[in-house]
């Protein structure tokens, strides 16, 4: 738990003060994807296997960090198009199947880079 921790830390260190305006799409994804993984109650809410996989998201997520200033453009439209497969996830999660509930997904795009 420490290390998810420390990396979410140093991830929302690298977050604040000014920003390339070009960035600003995927800066603001990357915040979203933070605030869906880590928010008051996930250490309750997640279960220990996906627990497990958050260092592996986070470092993802400091990937993306990393190559964004040359890969500006690439993100857009990355971002774009997982952004299609989230909407339909979470449209998916808010239909009720036959079958029973259809479990919340948490999608952590930056898991691509």
């Excluded at 993802?60 to 200033?69: D, G, S, T």
Aim: aromatic residues 8%; contains cysteine.
């Amino acid at each position: 738990m420490l290390l998810i921790l420390q990396r979410w830390h140093e991830i929302k260190k690298r977050l604040k003060g000014r920003i390339d305006l070009s960035m600003a799409v995927a800066l603001n994804d990357i915040k979203a994807q933070l605030a869906s993984l880590l928010y008051a109650g996930f250490v309750r809410d997640t279960p220990a296997q996906w627990l497990q996989e958050y260092p592996r998201y986070l470092k993802a997520i400091e990937q993306r960090l990393e190559k964004l200033p040359s890969q500006v453009q690439q993100d857009r439209v990355w971002t774009i198009e997982l952004t299609g497969y989230v909407d339909k996830l979470k449209s998916a999660d808010a239909v009720p199947l036959d079958v029973g509930r259809v479990p919340r997904v948490v999608v952590c795009p930056a898991a691509r880079y």
